[in-house]
C-alpha cells in the first residue's frame, strides 16, 4: 500500500509536484540571468541508489566584467529527491529550482557575491549522510573547483552553501578536511573557502524520531494517521517503516536522526560534537544558520517567511503551502510517536555510543520544539557555535546566526534575512 518515497520531512515536494501543472517550465525566466545546458557528473561512489549528480551552471547575462567575492558558488540542497526525480522521469530540473530556491535568489547571489553559481541535484533519500558527502567532495574536486573561463574577478575560487541535509554534508565537509579524511585531499580543501550551512542538519534531525516511533508501533492506523496529521496523503509515506539493513536500506529514521552513524560506526551527534578549527587541511571560513522559533504543539500554527511573492516562480506558493503544514510535524498528536522513538534510540545499540556526550540522554519533546520545524535550533548550531569558542589564531567560524521565525524551505533563498545573511558570509575578508 506504501510507496518507497519520503518527501514532506526536508523538502515539501509534493507541493512541488502539484504545482508543476499550474505552469510551464518556459514561463520560468530571468531575463538578467543565463544558465548552462544540464549537465552530468558520474561521482562513481558505491551506493545503494542512483550516483550520478546533475547541475547547471548559472552566470549573469551582462558580458561586462564584474568583480565578486567569490568565483563559483555551489547551492546543495537536502533531503526529498528520489532517484526517479534525478532521472527526471517526474520532476524537470528547472522546476526543481524554481521551487527550492528560485531564480531571484540565485540573480541576488551572482549580482552581490559570486561570479557564477552551480545548482546540482542529487538523491539524497536513500543516499546516506556520508555517501552524500563522499559524493558531493568529489564533485567539488573534479568539477566545482576546477578552473574555468569567466568575465569576472574575484577574491576566493570555491563557496559550498549547504541546506538542510546538505547543511550537514557542509559541516561534514568542513570536519573531514580540518581531520585529513576528505576526498577532496589537501588542495581541493584550500580551493574551498567558504563553506555555509543553512538551517542545517549538523548533528541529525530530531524529528525523525517520531518517525522512529511510528515505525517501531507498526500499527497500520497509527502509520496511516502520522501522515494524515501531514497532511501530505498516504500513498507518500517514506519507507520509514521499513528495518534497517545495512547496505540495502536507508530508511528516513535512521539516516536522519542523530544517532546514524557518520564514521568509524559513530552516532552522528558525537562524530560532529567537534569544535572546528583552522587546522589539517581547512583553511576556508565556516558559518551557519538556525531558526529562532517554538512551536506550542497546537497543529494549526502557521511557521512562513516566505518572502515577496512572484508570479513566475514556484518558490512562493510551495513555501506558502510548507508554512501552513509544517506544525503538523510537531503536533501533541504525534508526541506518543516522538517519545516512543526517542525511549527506543537511547536503547538502540545502533544509537548509542560510551561517550561523555548527554545529548540523547537529555532530550525531551519540549527540545523537540524548538526550530523551522525540521532543522532543529540546537542541532543546527550547537557543533558551530563549538568552534566559535577556540583561540583567535585557530578560529575558523565565522558565525552561528539565529534566524528570525520562518519555515525550513524558506531559509534555502526565498527568505530575503536568510539570502543575505549567506551573502554576508561570503563577502567578508
Not at 542545517?200 to 530530531?206: D, K
Amino acid at each position: 500500500m506504501y510507496t518507497k518515497r519520503f518527501l514532506p520531512f526536508l523538502f515539501p515536494l509534493v507541493s512541488l509536484v502539484a504545482l508543476t501543472n499550474c505552469k510551464t517550465v518556459q514561463n520560468m525566466k530571468n531575463s538578467r540571468v543565463t544558465s548552462s545546458q544540464r549537465l552530468s557528473f558520474a561521482s562513481n561512489i558505491p551506493s545503494n541508489t542512483q550516483g550520478t549528480i546533475y547541475y547547471k551552471v548559472y552566470r549573469l547575462e551582462s558580458n561586462i566584467s564584474h568583480i565578486r567575492f567569490v568565483k563559483t558558488c555551489y547551492l546543495q540542497h537536502g533531503y526529498g529527491i528520489d532517484a526517479r526525480m534525478v532521472s527526471f522521469k517526474r520532476l524537470t530540473f528547472d522546476t526543481f529550482v524554481h521551487t527550492y530556491y528560485s531564480l531571484q535568489a540565485i540573480h541576488e547571489l551572482l549580482a552581490s557575491a559570486c561570479g557564477e553559481v552551480i545548482v546540482a541535484m542529487q538523491e539524497s533519500n536513500q543516499t546516506s549522510i556520508l555517501q552524500m558527502t563522499q559524493r558531493t567532495e568529489r564533485f567539488i574536486k573534479d568539477r566545482v573547483c576546477q578552473s574555468r573561463e569567466i568575465p569576472i574577478l574575484y577574491q576566493k575560487e570555491c563557496a559550498f552553501i549547504g541546506h538542510s541535509k546538505g547543511g550537514a554534508v557542509a559541516f561534514n565537509i568542513a570536519r573531514r578536511c580540518m581531520q585529513k579524511t576528505s576526498l577532496l585531499q589537501e588542495a581541493g580543501c584550500k580551493r574551498l573557502q567558504e563553506i555555509y550551512s543553512s538551517t542545517g542538519v549538523i548533528q541529525g534531525a530530531q524529528a525523525s524520531f517520531a518517525v522512529y516511533g511510528a515505525y517501531l508501533d507498526k500499527d497500520k492506523e497509527d502509520q496511516e494517521n502520522f501522515v494524515k496529521f501531514l497532511g501530505f496523503g498516504i500513498n507518500l509515506v517514506l519507507p520509514a517503516f521499513q528495518a534497517y539493513e545495512a547496505g540495502k536500506s536507508n530508511p528516513t529514521w535512521f539516516d536522519l536522526s542523530p544517532g546514524a552513524p557518520m564514521e568509524k560506526r559513530k552516532p552522528l551527534f558525537v562524530t560532529n560534537d567537534i569544535s572546528l578549527k583552522r587546522q589539517g587541511w581547512l583553511v576556508g571560513n565556516f558559518a551557519a544558520s538556525g531558526v529562532g522559533f517554538v512551536f506550542k504543539g497546537n497543529e494549526k500554527e502557521e511557521l512562513m517567511g516566505c518572502g515577496a511573492k512572484d508570479r513566475w516562480e514556484y518558490n512562493y506558493n510551495a513555501c506558502r503551502i510548507f508554512g501552513k503544514r509544517v506544525s503538523l510535524v510537531h503536533s501533541k498528536r504525534l508526541q506518543r510517536s516522538f517519545t516512543r522513538g526517542l525511549q527506543a534510540a537511547q536503547k538502540n545499540p545502533l544509537f548509542t555510543y560510551k561517550d561523555k556526550n548527554k545529548y540523547l540522554e537529555n532530550f525531551s519533546w519540549q527540545s523537540y520544539q524548538k526550530g523551522d520545524g525540521l532543522a532543529d535550533l540546537y542541532l543546527s548550531l550547537h557543533a558551530c557555535r563549538k568552534g566559535l569558542a577556540v583561540a583567535e589564531k585557530e578560529r575558523i567560524v565565522r558565525a552561528c546566526t539565529v534566524l528570525p521565525p520562518m519555515n525550513h524551505l524558506a531559509t534555502a533563498g526565498g527568505n530575503e534575512l536568510a539570502l543575505r545573511e549567506i551573502i554576508k558570509q561570503l563577502a567578508e575578508n
